[in-house]
């Protein structure tokens, strides 16, 4: 079977000591029930068969459309769903390598000190009904601090790293704006030093003016911290600026996955760089006859045959019909699941190559 | 990251009293702009302050049955006597009117009894336990009760027992039903509707058929049927008992839908998924971020169903079904005022249907208030 | 009602608003959610307004149509607007649910929304909401309305028109709910589309789609379009002139190019440096506009973008209240005391003209 090399190859990719994370084979499926009975009729395949790693100290990019299954992806790798099936190997601080998708509650809860999670919303991912003390304060709490003195010079600790001033920390959320949640949000996630962020969409709620600040933030926590992020985010230009490497997902499966600038600028999928081609670029003298990308997202619940972008790609052939692509390295760190790869000459994103 | 705004606003102390407020807080200040929920909330409250005065404010022994003052019209205590300040009631002489043989009383002009505040009367327990027998009102001559029991403010029933004095009773029970009654509405709709919503699955098919096969039963009907079984020998308090029960039977179905929808729109909310991936419990996710999020929309839901356990005590009462005498409820008040023709000679019977009235409209403001205020956050 | 007053509007545009204010009298004060703007449009030509969450763009596009959520009210300002028989009219001084304002409604100005979803009735089929629009304003028989709409929703794109005109708002997928909409929007060919974050909901590939097809649509049709949004990629790629908006004032219009080349006030100047590029990652610290959006009912006096200026002056800014006026040597107009000093500033013209 075609999983077997590839499993080996990622593990070779990243068999060395400074893997954090590493997913393979991955699957979430839904069941989609029908009647009074709840009767399975079918599977919504949202992540089908993903794999990649995240090395200590990186920030991976993860892109797509919505409903790629970015987001189920991000909540598996958290266990905030449980896996259909695949892997989720950890690897603690102390080397030892765990399978986050099988392991028990309490396991699990002590895993929690060492991922942790931004939310996409800052207006509904804070408790309205809890002071900030009581919010960045909680992970504090239920890990077994009792001190209310221990955890409040903590959360000052925190609100202060995030930009914050202490003193807001009797208020409630109700008092602060979207940018200013989203810090709360970090800080939370900060509470109990953890290695590895999962951002699912951190940014995308805010204003333009103040996602630069968000997206600065992070990016000073990082190398603060030395945290290790997974940053999920549908907006190019964000994520060029704040990842190392970027994959990418359609219809639950990863497309592609290589380091930014590679995959910027020399896309191997055809929809990377239809996906690049598509971003509206902030700058009118570039109003180009651009490429537009026809036709819709295919549906998880009944993707097409073979490979699943093949109804809406332009260098489709008969073999993208009817058999689904290997997801191999076709060049060193460039990951790509596409029958014609080595073949196509793709558009990427680069200022020199964007016609007048 | 120094990039917080300083903003320099006249009204920090303003902005900081907003910043710090909780729930209850923002809640009371929406609140507090609901004109009509206000002024309701000042009548129900003198209306339950009436709980542990009922016998203080009564003119008379409520229980007390006299022959010779029955259907006796409302009695005014006129407080001057020739220009100075001496409250007296005219004496009565009953007599029948020689055509119609109906029981009528002529006023005495000359006859003047004498009133006082605080006077002595009849003996009672104070809250239940403080012997006592001072009244706001009464005869300045205790012997007075002994040939007319009291000063009849509302007038008499038909068999001479004081209004004003069984008003005030009445009106502690079938208040208190109302509480009791949600109460256990409450107890019963968080805990079904809780586990129905939180947990899901097969439990929650269970339950929402049982409250479905319920709702299918027309109301009234079920009422009587089930106040039909309450023992005849049972005590007065155990009939009380076992009426709040019956309208409770009806009431929790509703809460439990309420608390269940609520539970489940809560249960996606990331701010719950933020938690539990904090390590935090089933428990605290449900007691410390879910349940404060809707606190205040059970509260808006009591205060408009309690007005429901009212009238169906009432109902109940009237249709002789539920509370029995020598318990007295406005419902068991309302039962002489059944025949038409007794309501037409003797309407003052009628006037107990005016606090009825009163309580359930106040009620049904205050809920309204209550739920405007209760979504702090909406606008 | 006619107005007797005659509106500003030159022969070679298609509408004008002069000064237009918008406040939401609330229970806990006034919210000026329009103070101030001014913009033009030509025929064929299409106007990006920018602007962040609050600063009032959307209201400005509701306030065209007359369609103001309650209890907002129109306080100042005029909309001058030309209709058919070539008599101009000041929108604001039209009763909501007059017989004109409705007629311009359909016919004249179109509105294309955000959430394509919540715009349809999901109790009606898309042909029947479709068809809706054109009864009411055009004299089609009912055969000619079906053959209208399958050619209506060609246009836009949509595969299997007739199959579609049978289907329901949710069985379609975003891209072609908003496809059906601008549809409805153009039944009835509209002079001034309005579009209110039209690909806000949509997905990148998309947005790239729909942009175009409004793109292609206005050169066919000769429409002015007024773009909503607040992604500046849109509006480089869509707009020939742009309006920023911050806290309800226009604080800087002007031709695109110009716009993007040569920002005039700070506000812009930040916008657009906090974008990160799409092409390099030329800086590790994004510059940013310091601080976060103002409430409502917390608006700085004086010039409200100064909390977050880069470029405050201490007593003037906060003492006056900078004046929207043209920047000479370009075709911008902007409001900030960079460009204009107090006592430079000219007389608001919004009373002015009327």
């Not at chain 2, 729109?265 to 938690?275: G, H, I, K, N, P």
């Not at chain 3, 101030?36 to 025929?43: R, S």
């Not at chain 3, 607007?81 to 008599?87: I, T």
Request: hydrophobic share 40%; aromatic share 8%.
């Amino acid at each position: 079977m075609v999983e077997e090399t590839k499993q080996d190859t990622i593990a070779d990719d990243s068999g060395q000591q400074d893997t954090l994370l590493e997913v393979n084979n991955l699957r979430k499926f839904f069941p989609i029930t029908k009647g009074f009975l709840k009767r399975v009729i079918g599977q919504v395949r949202a992540v089908d068969d993903v794999s990649f790693a995240i090395r200590q100290g990186e920030t991976l990019g993860l892109v797509g459309e919505s409903g790629c299954g970015k987001t189920t992806t991000a909540r598996c790798i958290m266990r905030a769903l449980d896996p259909s099936s695949g892997e989720i190997l950890y690897r603690t601080e102390d080397g030892s390598l765990i399978d986050v998708s099988t392991i028990g509650p309490a396991p699990l809860r002590e895993l929690r000190k060492d991922m942790q999670m931004i939310f996409q919303d800052p207006f509904t991912s804070l408790t309205p009904r809890m002071s900030l003390l009581d919010i960045v304060g909680e992970p504090l709490l239920v890990h077994g601090e009792k001190s209310s003195r221990v955890r409040s010079e903590r959360v000052a600790e925190l609100l202060r790293l995030v930009g914050l001033r202490p003193e807001y920390m009797r208020r409630f959320p109700h008092a602060f704006s979207g940018g200013e949640r989203q810090r709360i949000g970090i800080a939370r996630a900060l509470a109990l030093n953890p290695r590895l962020v999962v951002a699912d969409e951190p940014v995308s709620a805010l204003d333009v003016s103040v996602q630069a600040q968000v997206i600065n933030l992070l990016s000073d926590l990082q190398e603060q911290l030395n945290l290790t992020y997974l940053f999920v985010a549908h907006d190019l230009s964000v994520v060029r600026h704040i990842s190392d490497r970027v994959a990418v997902m359609y219809v639950g499966k990863m497309v592609e996955l290589a380091e930014t600038e590679e995959l910027f600028s020399n896309p191997k999928h055809p929809y990377t760089s239809a996906l690049l081609q598509s971003v509206p670029i902030p700058d009118p003298k570039n109003k180009k006859e651009r490429f537009v990308l026809e036709g819709e997202v295919a549906s998880p619940a009944n993707p097409p045959e073979g490979c699943y972008f093949n109804p809406r790609c332009a260098h489709a052939t008969d073999v993208c019909r009817t058999e689904t692509p290997v997801f191999e390295e076709i060049e060193p760190k460039h990951w790509v699941a596409c029958h014609r790869a080595s073949e196509l000459d793709l558009r990427g994103l680069t200022e020199a190559a964007t016609p007048s | 990251m120094a990039e917080q705004v300083i903003t320099a606003t006249e009204d920090a102390f303003e902005e900081e009293e907003f910043s710090i407020a909780s729930q209850w807080q923002l809640m009371w200040w929406r609140f507090r702009k609901h004109k009509p929920a206000i002024v309701s909330a000042i009548i129900l409250g003198i209306f339950y302050l009436l709980f542990p005065l009922a016998e203080f404010l009564g003119t008379g022994d409520p229980a007390q049955i006299s022959e010779p003052y029955h259907y006796l019209r409302p009695q005014v205590i006129r407080f001057f006597d020739d220009g100075s300040f001496s409250p007296h009631v005219n004496g009565l002489r009953p007599y029948r009117d020689p055509m119609t043989f109906q029981k009528k009383y002529e006023l005495l002009p000359d006859e003047k009894i004498g009133v006082t505040f605080f006077a002595k009367g009849f003996e009672y327990n104070f809250l239940g336990f403080i012997k006592a027998d001072r009244h706001l009102i009464g005869f300045t001559d205790p012997a007075t009760l002994d040939s007319r029991p009291s000063i009849f403010l509302l007038g008499s029933d038909s068999v001479g027992r004081d209004s004003w004095s069984r008003l005030m009773l009445a009106n502690r029970i079938s208040l208190s039903i109302g509480l009791i009654g949600v109460a256990i509405t409450l107890i019963l709709g968080i805990m079904m509707g809780g586990i129905s919503g939180y947990y899901g699955g097969w439990v929650d098919t269970i339950i929402q058929r049982i409250i479905e096969v319920k709702s299918a039963i027309p109301t009234l009907p079920l009422w009587m049927g089930l106040s039909a079984a309450v023992p005849q020998d049972w005590t007065v308090l155990q009939v009380y008992f076992g009426i709040t029960v019956v309208l409770s039977i009806f009431g929790w179905t509703g809460m439990a839908r309420t608390v269940r929808g609520k539970f489940l729109a809560l249960r996606e909310e990331d701010y719950v998924m933020a938690a539990r991936l904090s390590g935090s419990g089933e428990g605290r996710i449900m007691f410390r971020h879910m349940l404060p999020g809707f606190y205040s929309h059970i509260i808006a839901t009591i205060s408009l169903s309690i007005p429901s356990m009212i009238i169906g005590e009432t109902s109940l009462s009237f249709l002789g079904l539920g509370l029995r005498p020598p318990a007295v409820s406005y419902g068991i008040m309302l039962i002489q005022a059944q025949n038409p023709v007794t309501v037409a000679l003797y309407p003052w019977l009628m006037f107990v249907a005016l606090p009825v009235i009163i309580v359930i409209l106040a009620f049904n403001f205050l809920g309204d208030g209550l739920r405007d205020a209760a979504d702090p956050y909406g606008k | 009602m006619t107005t007797n007053v005659s509106p500003n509007l030159a022969a070679d545009e298609v509408i004008s608003v002069n000064g237009l204010k918008i406040h939401y009298p609330t229970d806990e004060g006034v919210v000026k959610a329009v103070d101030g703007v001014d913009f033009k449009l030509k025929p064929g030509e299409t106007l990006g307004v920018v602007g962040e969450s609050g600063c009032g763009k959307s209201t400005v596009g509701r306030a065209i149509l007359n369609i103001l959520d309650k209890p907002g009210k129109i306080e100042g300002g005029e909309i001058a607007w030309r209709l058919p028989d070539d008599r101009v009219i000041d929108i604001t001084k039209l009763d909501a649910n007059s017989r004109m304002m409705r007629s311009i409604r359909g016919a004249g100005i179109a509105l294309v929304f955000q959430e394509p979803m919540t715009s349809f009735s999901p109790l009606h089929t898309v042909g029947n909401q479709v068809a809706e629009a054109l009864r009411l304003h055009t004299d089609l028989s009912e055969q000619g309305i079906v053959d209208r709409s399958i050619e209506l929703l060609q246009m836009v794109g949509i595969p299997n028109a007739e199959q579609r005109l049978k289907e329901y708002a949710f069985q379609l997928s975003g891209g072609l709910r908003q496809r059906a909409m601008i549809a409805m929007a153009l039944s009835c060919e509209p002079r001034l589309l309005i579009a209110d974050e039209p690909t806000t909901a949509l997905d990148v590939t998309t947005q790239a789609q729909i942009l175009d097809l409004l793109r292609e649509l206005q050169q066919t049709n000769d429409m002015s379009v007024i773009l909503i949004t607040h992604n500046l990629g849109v509006i480089a790629e869509m707009a020939d002139n742009v309006c920023v908006m911050y806290l309800g004032k226009a604080v800087e219009s002007g031709p695109v190019d110009e716009i993007f080349a040569n920002p005039q006030h700070p506000y812009t100047q930040g916008l657009l440096r906090s974008i990160p590029s799409i092409y390099t990652r030329n800086v590790e610290r994004l510059p940013s506009i310091r601080g976060s959006i103002p409430h409502p009912f917390n608006r700085p006096s004086g010039c409200t973008f100064r909390p977050r200026c880069p470029n405050y002056m201490d007593g003037v800014c906060d003492q006056n209240t900078p004046v929207f006026q043209p920047l000479e040597g370009t075709s911008q107009m902007v409001s900030c005391f960079l460009h204009h000093k107090p006592e430079e500033q000219t007389a608001p013209p919004a009373e002015g003209v009327a």
